[in-house]
């Protein structure tokens, strides 16, 4: 069964630091691009960043770049977001997901990614 579970969300302060994992089964991790993408309360989900299947390659949403960094270990079938200099307005439900095509580049357009996992929460408040 493919599964993508998210974890390491929690409440920080501002100019704090997070690591925010995601555990792939079901399907060769090394073979897909996974993005993560965050959802904020009344707000549209939106790409925070993404990274080939090779991990050669990532993009950054234009918020994040330079304070998130994303890699991934496929022999742990492990993909990570480790999150500094967090701010308030990066409180949002994190999501990873599973592009649709193997071997593709990554993209921030969460039409582009087929399975999702079910989020996990990340606060930014003091």
């Known amino acids: 069964q493919l599964q993508l579970v998210e974890s390491g969300g929690a409440l920080v302060q501002p100019g704090g630091s997070l690591r925010l994992s995601c555990v792939a089964s079901?399907?060769?991790?090394?073979?897909?691009?996974i993005g993560w993408f965050r959802q904020a309360p009344g707000k549209e989900r939106e790409g925070v960043s993404c990274?080939?299947?090779?991990?050669?390659?990532?993009n950054y949403a234009v918020a994040v770049k330079g304070r998130f960094t994303m890699s991934r270990d496929n022999t742990k079938n492990t993909v990570y977001l480790q999150m500094n200099s967090l701010k308030p307005e990066d409180t949002a439900d994190y999501y990873c997901?599973?592009?649709?095509?193997?071997?593709?580049?990554?993209?921030?357009?969460?039409?582009?990614?087929?399975?999702w996992g079910q989020g996990t929460q990340v606060t930014v408040s003091s």
């Open positions: 997901a599973r592009h649709w095509d193997a071997f593709s580049g990554c993209a921030l357009r969460p039409e582009e990614y087929r399975y």
């Open positions: 079901g399907f060769t991790l090394d073979h897909y691009s």
């Open positions: 990274i080939s299947s090779s991990g050669a390659s990532t």
